[in-house]
């Protein structure tokens, strides 16, 4: 597998959704910890399935999936790639997505979870 080569935060967003901004919300939290993030783009649809793979693509083992499944989910690439750590609606409340941004972030330093 092709590995990113600095140590950040992959999110993954399903190819479908090119133009559209449902991270802006995950990526102020993500930066409120002081982790780097990168945002991709593949044929993907499936939020977990793209958050299990961005994960594995990470220096980190830590990754967002934005899909057209109306989900985002984060991972880490240790666990059961059918079970994303957590996962909430791309339309519910941005500061839902600000707390998910946090927790990817946050599972990256090693520090405990905030309430979704």
């Known amino acids: ?11 993954l967003k399903s190819a479908d959704l ?3 901004k ?10 409120e910890e002081g982790i780097p993030f990168k ?10 399935r793209l958050a299990y793979k961005a994960a594995l693509i990470s220096r980190l083992n ?17 666990m059961n790639e059918k079970t994303p750590l957590f996962m ?3 339309y519910s409340e941005s500061n839902y ?4 941004g ?3 972030a946050r599972l990256v330093k090693g520090l405990p979870f905030k309430e979704l």
Not at 97 to 100: A, G, R, W
């Open 62 to 78: 830590v990754g967002i999936g934005i899909g057209v499944d109306g989900n985002i989910a984060v991972h880490y690439s240790q």
């Open 1 to 11: 597998t092709m590995t990113d080569q600095n140590p950040s935060i992959i999110i």
């Open 22 to 31: 449902p991270e802006e919300a995950v990526c102020w939290g993500i930066e």
């Open 18 to 20: 090119i133009g559209s």
């Open 102 to 104: 946090m927790n990817a």
């Open 88 to 90: 909430c609606g791309s």
């Open 97 to 100: 997505h600000v707390i998910l």
């Open 39 to 48: 945002i991709q783009y593949d044929p993907e649809s499936l939020a977990a």
